[in-house]
């Protein structure tokens, strides 16, 4: 079992910078790639970043040269470096994980999210 805990959201105003972490947790043997999705009220949820095992990372082009995605593989925690916010980021952000378990059982974990208000 894995758990992910989001952190860090907040109300921002238009133009300011928040980091987000999310801290992975269980019976963990290896995690392959952790993304950051976020979902605005009555849309669909949508990839925002993500970051592989080896340091590989992809954006959504709304978010491309705004924000930025790292890990701390010691302590199986993302971060999401937002600056230049927009009042259009404001959404529920989520992290997710791909994670091979202790037993090789390889898993998609979700945590509860973490809301992000930009105001304008």
């Known amino acids: 079992q894995v758990q992910l805990v989001e952190s860090g959201g907040d109300l921002v105003q238009a133009g300011g910078s928040l980091r987000l972490s999310c801290a992975a947790s269980?019976?963990?043997?290896?995690?392959?790639?952790m993304n950051w999705y976020r979902q605005a009220p009555g849309k669909q949820r949508e990839l925002v970043a993500g970051?592989?095992?080896?340091?590989?990372?992809s954006y959504a082009d709304s978010v491309k040269g705004r924000f930025t995605i790292s890990r701390d593989s010691a302590k199986n925690t993302v971060y999401l470096d937002m600056s230049g916010l927009k009042p259009e980021d404001t959404a529920v952000y989520y992290c997710?994980?791909?994670?091979?378990?202790?037993?090789?059982?390889?898993?998609?974990?979700w945590g509860q999210g973490t809301q992000v208000t930009v105001s304008s």
């Open positions: 970051i592989t095992s080896t340091s590989s990372t």
């Open positions: 269980g019976s963990i043997g290896s995690i392959n790639a």
């Open positions: 997710n994980a791909h994670v091979a378990l202790r037993t090789g059982i390889r898993i998609i974990s």
